[in-house]
T-cell receptor
Framework: DADVTQTPRNRITKTGKRIMLECSQT?????MYWYRQDPGLGLRLIYY???????NKGEISDGYSVSRQAQAKFSLSLESAIPNQTALYFC??????????????FGPGTRLLVL | LAKTTQPISMDSYEGQEVNITCSHN???????ITWYQQFPSQGPRFIIQ???TKVTNEVASLFIPADRKSSTLSLPRVSLSDTAVYYC???????????FGKGTRLSVIA
């Protein structure tokens, strides 16, 4: 969905480097999420934020940190990248207004390779 | 951990109807059942959602029996472009994020 953008789209880095993945949305949604996907596996939730002042750990937060700089921006950082963090990373947003019918909208993904 | 159970993979020939069934053994009263579709190297996208009985849109139909312990996503006359992973999820309280399991990998064969 073009309303959710991720940068960079592809990144190669070395073990031990700090990197940041950025997500921006123009949908005006309160909620933002970071997921990772490994080959043949589903999506696993890393962190999520229900508003600018709210940050929550997901299923696999170790080795990651996030920053919600504004309603529209949610960044994911790998403080010291390691090879098993090689994966496809997705950002998503959702709108609380629809309650139980809330729908998530995903960005195009960032493919990260840690050497 | 995913709260739902669905087959890991399915194969189908073009033009056939495909039904993917998901188990919702512990679904809560207020939960909606939602299905997402994910093409290779893309993020998942919402395709259909329902609470009970039948819902139909331009992409698929969703059947939910009265006990709501299962749901069936029906894709009419699939084509090669329907090859994707399909996830069933339960959408409940406002403060619980969606949990995606491994989904069902549908392969459509010419």
């Amino acid at each position: 969905d073009a309303d959710v953008t991720q940068t960079p789209r592809n990144r190669i880095t070395k073990t031990g480097k700090r990197i940041m993945l950025e997500c921006s949305q123009t949908k005006g949604h309160d909620r933002m999420y970071w997921y990772r996907q490994d080959p043949g596996l589903g999506l696993r939730l890393i962190y999520y934020s229900f508003d600018v002042k709210d940050i929550n750990k997901g299923e696999i937060s170790d080795g990651y940190s996030v920053s919600r700089q504004a309603q529209a921006k949610f960044s994911l950082s790998l403080e010291s990248a390691i090879p098993n963090q090689t994966a496809l990373y997705f950002c998503a947003t959702s709108d609380t207004q629809r309650g139980a019918q809330e729908t998530q909208y995903f960005g195009p993904g960032t493919r990260l390779l840690v050497l | 951990l995913a709260k739902t159970t669905q087959p890991i993979s399915m194969d189908s020939y073009e033009g056939q109807e495909v039904n993917i069934t998901c188990s919702h053994n512990n679904i809560a009263t207020n939960d909606y059942i939602t299905w997402y579709q994910q093409f290779p190297s893309q993020g998942p996208r919402f395709i259909i959602q329902g609470y009970k009985t039948k819902v139909t849109n331009e992409v698929a139909s969703l059947f939910i029996p009265a006990d709501r312990k299962s749901s069936t996503l029906s894709l009419p006359r699939v084509s090669l472009s329907d090859t994707a992973v399909y996830y069933c999820l339960e959408r409940g309280s406002g403060n619980t994020p969606l949990v995606f399991g491994k989904g069902t990998r549908l392969s459509v064969i010419a």
